[in-house]
Protein backbone atom coordinates (compact mmCIF):
# COMPACT_ATOMS: atom_id res chain seq x y z
CA UNK A 1 0.00 0.00 0.00
CA UNK A 2 0.77 3.35 -1.03
CA UNK A 3 1.71 6.08 1.97
CA UNK A 4 1.26 8.93 -0.29
CA UNK A 5 -1.90 7.78 -1.35
CA UNK A 6 -3.70 9.68 1.41
CA UNK A 7 -3.59 13.07 -0.21
CA UNK A 8 -6.54 11.23 -2.54
CA UNK A 9 -8.46 9.40 0.45
CA UNK A 10 -8.60 12.90 1.90
CA UNK A 11 -9.81 14.34 -1.65
CA UNK A 12 -12.68 11.53 -2.18
CA UNK A 13 -13.63 11.89 1.24
CA UNK A 14 -16.50 14.29 0.61
CA UNK A 15 -18.66 11.42 -0.82
CA UNK A 16 -18.91 9.09 1.69
CA UNK A 17 -21.70 10.84 3.52
CA UNK A 18 -23.17 12.96 0.53
CA UNK A 19 -23.62 11.43 -2.96
CA UNK A 20 -21.81 11.85 -6.14
CA UNK A 21 -23.61 14.73 -8.38
CA UNK A 22 -25.73 13.44 -10.89
CA UNK A 23 -25.78 10.13 -8.81
CA UNK A 24 -26.89 8.09 -5.62
CA UNK A 25 -23.67 6.67 -5.39
CA UNK A 26 -21.73 6.99 -2.38
CA UNK A 27 -18.11 5.82 -1.39
CA UNK A 28 -17.94 3.05 1.36
CA UNK A 29 -14.25 1.93 0.46
CA UNK A 30 -10.92 3.07 -0.60
CA UNK A 31 -7.54 1.05 -0.59
CA UNK A 32 -4.45 1.85 -2.40
CA UNK A 33 -2.61 -1.31 -3.83
CA UNK A 34 -0.46 -2.97 -6.45
CA UNK A 35 -0.25 0.51 -9.03
CA UNK A 36 -3.96 0.96 -8.57
CA UNK A 37 -6.94 3.15 -5.83
CA UNK A 38 -9.75 0.43 -5.47
CA UNK A 39 -12.75 2.13 -4.23
CA UNK A 40 -16.33 0.83 -3.85
CA UNK A 41 -19.83 2.34 -4.62
CA UNK A 42 -23.40 1.99 -2.86
CA UNK A 43 -26.41 3.65 -3.91
CA UNK A 44 -29.44 3.70 -2.15
CA UNK A 45 -30.80 0.43 -2.65
CA UNK A 46 -27.79 -1.81 -1.73
CA UNK A 47 -26.40 -2.06 -5.33
CA UNK A 48 -22.22 -1.29 -5.47
CA UNK A 49 -19.56 -0.87 -8.16
CA UNK A 50 -15.83 -1.53 -7.84
CA UNK A 51 -14.23 1.19 -9.30
CA UNK A 52 -9.91 0.52 -10.40
CA UNK A 53 -8.71 4.13 -10.70
CA UNK A 54 -4.68 4.67 -11.72
CA UNK A 55 -1.93 5.37 -8.41
CA UNK A 56 0.95 6.93 -9.68
CA UNK A 57 2.60 8.86 -6.78
CA UNK A 58 5.72 11.43 -7.12
CA UNK A 59 5.80 14.82 -8.51
CA UNK A 60 3.61 16.60 -11.55
CA UNK A 61 3.42 15.71 -14.70
CA UNK A 62 4.33 11.98 -14.16
CA UNK A 63 1.99 11.59 -11.21
CA UNK A 64 -1.95 12.52 -11.36
CA UNK A 65 -2.54 15.38 -8.96
CA UNK A 66 -5.16 14.65 -6.28
CA UNK A 67 -7.95 16.21 -7.14
CA UNK A 68 -7.96 14.17 -10.61
CA UNK A 69 -9.57 11.75 -8.58
CA UNK A 70 -12.55 13.92 -7.60
CA UNK A 71 -13.21 14.29 -11.32
CA UNK A 72 -12.64 11.21 -12.52
CA UNK A 73 -14.73 9.14 -9.76
CA UNK A 74 -17.43 11.58 -11.23
CA UNK A 75 -16.86 10.45 -14.79
CA UNK A 76 -16.77 7.35 -13.43
CA UNK A 77 -19.69 6.94 -11.25
CA UNK A 78 -21.71 8.50 -13.68
CA UNK A 79 -20.60 6.14 -16.27
CA UNK A 80 -21.27 3.29 -13.88
CA UNK A 81 -25.07 4.59 -13.17
CA UNK A 82 -26.22 4.33 -16.73
CA UNK A 83 -24.37 0.99 -16.75
CA UNK A 84 -27.71 -1.14 -15.15
CA UNK A 85 -25.54 -4.45 -15.25
CA UNK A 86 -22.11 -3.66 -14.27
CA UNK A 87 -20.76 -4.03 -11.10
CA UNK A 88 -16.99 -3.73 -11.53
CA UNK A 89 -15.34 -1.28 -13.59
CA UNK A 90 -11.43 -1.57 -13.95
CA UNK A 91 -9.22 0.28 -15.19
CA UNK A 92 -8.68 -1.62 -18.90
CA UNK A 93 -12.35 -0.88 -19.47
CA UNK A 94 -12.20 2.97 -18.28
CA UNK A 95 -9.43 3.79 -20.19
CA UNK A 96 -11.12 1.99 -23.10
CA UNK A 97 -14.16 3.96 -22.93
CA UNK A 98 -12.64 7.03 -22.85
CA UNK A 99 -14.64 7.92 -19.29
CA UNK A 100 -11.08 9.02 -17.48
CA UNK A 101 -10.56 12.71 -18.08
CA UNK A 102 -7.40 14.08 -19.78
CA UNK A 103 -7.46 17.18 -17.90
CA UNK A 104 -9.40 18.14 -14.33
CA UNK A 105 -12.55 19.97 -14.48
CA UNK A 106 -13.38 22.41 -11.38
CA UNK A 107 -16.74 22.67 -10.96
CA UNK A 108 -18.50 25.65 -9.09
CA UNK A 109 -18.96 23.33 -6.34
CA UNK A 110 -15.49 22.65 -5.93
CA UNK A 111 -14.32 26.49 -6.19
CA UNK A 112 -17.03 27.06 -3.15
CA UNK A 113 -15.57 24.30 -1.50
CA UNK A 114 -11.92 26.03 -1.77
CA UNK A 115 -12.57 28.86 -0.63
CA UNK A 116 -13.98 27.52 2.25
CA UNK A 117 -11.81 24.96 3.47
CA UNK A 118 -8.59 27.02 2.21
CA UNK A 119 -9.71 29.79 5.05
CA UNK A 120 -10.53 27.05 7.55
CA UNK A 121 -7.71 25.32 7.15
CA UNK A 122 -8.76 22.20 6.07
CA UNK A 123 -5.80 19.67 6.42
CA UNK A 124 -6.79 18.96 2.76
CA UNK A 125 -5.05 22.07 1.31
CA UNK A 126 -2.76 22.70 4.88
CA UNK A 127 -0.02 19.68 5.06
CA UNK A 128 -2.01 16.51 5.04
CA UNK A 129 -1.17 14.29 7.54
CA UNK A 130 -3.97 11.85 7.75
CA UNK A 131 -3.90 11.31 10.83
CA UNK A 132 -3.17 12.97 14.30
CA UNK A 133 -0.80 10.97 15.84
CA UNK A 134 1.94 10.72 13.52
CA UNK A 135 4.19 8.96 15.67
CA UNK A 136 1.55 5.75 16.16
CA UNK A 137 -0.33 5.49 12.68
CA UNK A 138 -1.41 7.22 9.29
CA UNK A 139 -4.52 6.26 7.45
CA UNK A 140 -4.18 4.28 4.36
CA UNK A 141 -7.93 3.20 3.62
CA UNK A 142 -10.83 1.76 4.53
CA UNK A 143 -13.98 -0.55 3.82
CA UNK A 144 -17.64 -0.34 5.26
CA UNK A 145 -18.23 -3.22 5.79
CA UNK A 146 -21.67 -5.51 7.27
CA UNK A 147 -23.11 -4.16 10.52
CA UNK A 148 -21.94 -1.04 11.09
CA UNK A 149 -18.07 -2.46 11.09
CA UNK A 150 -15.65 -0.64 9.02
CA UNK A 151 -12.36 -1.53 8.26
CA UNK A 152 -9.40 0.93 8.93
CA UNK A 153 -6.12 0.54 7.06
CA UNK A 154 -3.44 1.73 9.06
CA UNK A 155 0.26 1.91 8.16
CA UNK A 156 2.54 1.78 11.59
CA UNK A 157 6.39 3.45 11.56
CA UNK A 158 7.44 -0.10 12.56
CA UNK A 159 4.77 -2.83 11.33
CA UNK A 160 3.64 -1.80 7.95
CA UNK A 161 0.00 -1.99 7.16
CA UNK A 162 -2.98 -4.03 9.65
CA UNK A 163 -6.49 -3.92 9.55
CA UNK A 164 -8.42 -2.38 12.13
CA UNK A 165 -12.40 -3.17 12.13
CA UNK A 166 -14.54 -0.70 15.10
CA UNK A 167 -18.02 -0.14 14.91
CA UNK A 168 -19.69 2.54 14.08
CA UNK A 169 -22.55 1.55 16.10
CA UNK A 170 -22.62 0.17 19.57
CA UNK A 171 -22.02 -3.48 20.02
CA UNK A 172 -24.25 -4.01 22.77
CA UNK A 173 -27.11 -1.47 22.13
CA UNK A 174 -26.88 -1.22 18.63
CA UNK A 175 -27.21 2.33 18.53
CA UNK A 176 -25.29 4.52 15.97
CA UNK A 177 -22.24 6.37 17.80
CA UNK A 178 -22.37 9.99 18.34
CA UNK A 179 -19.84 11.89 16.39
CA UNK A 180 -17.04 13.02 17.84
CA UNK A 181 -13.18 12.53 19.30
CA UNK A 182 -14.29 8.74 20.27
CA UNK A 183 -12.39 7.35 17.24
CA UNK A 184 -8.78 8.34 17.72
CA UNK A 185 -8.81 8.32 21.06
CA UNK A 186 -9.81 4.51 20.24
CA UNK A 187 -7.20 3.57 18.37
CA UNK A 188 -4.37 5.92 19.98
CA UNK A 189 -5.15 3.74 23.32
CA UNK A 190 -5.17 0.78 21.10
CA UNK A 191 -1.71 1.49 19.73
CA UNK A 192 -0.22 2.40 22.70
CA UNK A 193 3.72 0.84 22.24
CA UNK A 194 3.92 0.19 25.64
CA UNK A 195 1.22 -2.23 25.46
CA UNK A 196 1.50 -4.38 22.97
CA UNK A 197 -0.67 -6.81 24.49
CA UNK A 198 -3.39 -4.66 23.92
CA UNK A 199 -3.83 -4.78 20.13
CA UNK A 200 -2.29 -8.69 20.19
CA UNK A 201 -5.19 -9.65 22.17
CA UNK A 202 -7.54 -8.50 19.52
CA UNK A 203 -6.06 -10.35 16.75
CA UNK A 204 -8.15 -12.00 13.91
CA UNK A 205 -6.87 -15.21 13.24
CA UNK A 206 -7.13 -16.59 9.72
CA UNK A 207 -8.84 -13.00 8.85
CA UNK A 208 -10.56 -12.90 5.27
CA UNK A 209 -8.17 -9.95 4.12
CA UNK A 210 -5.82 -10.38 1.21
CA UNK A 211 -4.06 -7.04 2.54
CA UNK A 212 -2.79 -7.16 5.73
CA UNK A 213 -3.86 -8.79 9.43
CA UNK A 214 -6.58 -7.77 10.86
CA UNK A 215 -7.87 -6.99 14.62
CA UNK A 216 -11.59 -7.10 15.63
CA UNK A 217 -12.18 -3.90 18.29
CA UNK A 218 -15.63 -3.78 17.55
CA UNK A 219 -16.26 -4.25 21.51
CA UNK A 220 -12.94 -3.02 22.78
CA UNK A 221 -13.04 -0.05 25.42
Known amino acids: MERDAGEVLLALRRFIAAPIPGTAW ?9 GLIRVRLEDDRSRTVLIELPHRPGTAPASLGSWWYVDALRDAARWAADSTEVDVLDLDTLTAAGVLPAEVEVTSDDALDYVVADLVGDPYWHDPAVT ?63 APESLEALRVPDADDPHCGVYDATAWA
Not at 26 to 34: I, Y
Not at 138 to 150: A, H, K, Q, T
Open 26 to 34: RLRAFLPVS
Open 132 to 194: VAPGLYRLVGFDMRDRGVVRLYLALPERGTIGIDVGTTDSESEERRPVGWWASTKLIALLNPD
